[in-house]
């Protein structure tokens, strides 16, 4: 689970603890190369097989098309992108001609729902109308079905698989980590491991092993956020989330 990328340009809305330098997405590229090769989640579900990794990207930033784009293309890899509707041809992201480019360029462009609001947030009936509208207006604009579901933030409501079926999806894809077996049923959400800047070469070329145990280290981080983002409240959360990471300046 990617989200930006940086080749020394730093376009607003990108996080830098989500973003990821080429050079280390360029080596992790080539490692997943000599593995096999990487593709997307939709290419999975309809049935390819071969490649060794699951590559998708959250948020539709501008470097998801002009860095990540040429870097698959070149390696003969696809990924899913998830985009919000809301945010297509914002500044910092991509705009819908962009995604079409990268469409047509073999990827996979997806839902992450319409405005990056978490799904935990919303009443059944605002939750439904929302997963409809993105689905459709991502559908209508990039002119090929988008049928996966990323919910911001990973944050998932209870039944969010069954909710996202009758809205026309057909998978969810969590921010859990964990691995994605060749029989995983997919009425479950996939897991997926977050690649911040933090993640070095040694716990890259772990989890892309499949080392149960430094995988099992992650499921049990993220449970931990999970804990503190459910005492503290998704506002105070991200409060207190930014001050650790010195994003907030000036008294908090
Ligand atoms: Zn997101």
Known sequence: ??????????????????????????????????????????????????????????????SNHRIALPALARRGMSADFFVNPAMVGTPGF????????????????????YDHVYLTSLSDQRLRETLRAAREEISERVGRQATLLAPPGGRMPRGLAAVAKDCGYTQVLSSRPGLIEADTRRVRPLPRM????????????????RDRIAIGREQMRYAGLATAKRL??????????????GLLRGPA
């Open 1 to 62: 689970m990617y989200h930006a990328l940086t080749d020394g340009t730093h376009p607003p809305g990108q996080d830098p603890h989500y973003t990821l330098t080429l050079r280390a997405f360029d080596r992790q590229l080539d490692r997943i190369a000599a593995m096999g090769g990487g593709g997307s989640a939709r290419g999975w579900l309809d049935g390819q097989r071969g490649q060794a990794i699951l590559l998708t990207f959250d948020d539709g930033h501008v």
């Open 94 to 113: 991509a705009s819908w001609g962009e995604l079409r480019e990268m469409s047509d360029a073999g990827m996979s462009i997806q839902s992450h729902g």
């Open 194 to 209: 977050a690649m911040t800047a933090a993640v070095d070469a040694i716990a890259f070329e772990r989890w892309i092993n």
């Open 232 to 245: 503290l409240g998704d506002r105070r959360y991200e409060r207190a989330r930014a001050c650790a990471l």
